[in-house]
């Protein structure tokens, strides 16, 4: 009997152990609201990669999974578009980024199917901040509205769609093509 209870601790102890190494890596979101639209849906879970950050800052493209600028207490998804040093203007449905050495070039976002039209330009993002677009830029509440992210607001990146089970694979992390424009 003592083996048997000693069997079960054991394995009990494993599985904790497991458990908690798995939430210290890996954390699930739930996909609520259009704005990421049609590259995420409302319902749609992703698993969210928690550690990747401490190997290499956020890079454009990337789809990350953040605390709310509106309610700590909740979560956002948007997409990387400006970086710190940089600042980002939007012109006739495309997006430009004015880079810190002066570079300017537009991004090519085949992703984007409905791309926003309304103009904006803002100033140069501040050192340990991120400016994040929504994919479905029409009614989505992101960056333009006046409000960056703190990289110690960043919870991961979008790693692994995992519900539906039509949607299962890698999340759409997609780098934009950099265009000089002269």
Known sequence: MKGVIRDIII??????????????VVQSFRVDGPSMQPNFETGQWVL???????????????????????????????RVTGLPGESVELKEGTVYIHKADGEVVSL????????DTRPFTGG???????????????VTDDSRFGWLVPEEDIIGKAWLSTWPPDDWGLAANRRPAEQPVS
Request: overall charge positive.
């Open 48 to 78: 969210v990669n928690k550690i990747v950050y401490r190997f290499h800052p956020p890079r454009r493209g990337d789809v990350i999974i953040f605390r709310s600028p509106h309610n700590q207490d909740s979560n956002l998804i948007k």
């Open 11 to 24: 394995t009990v102890l494993i599985a904790a152990v497991v458990y908690l190494g798995l939430r210290t």
């Open 108 to 115: 090519a976002e085949p992703y984007i199917p409905n791309p």
């Open 124 to 138: 140069t993002i501040p050192e340990g901040q991120i400016f994040v677009l929504g994919d479905n830029r029409r």
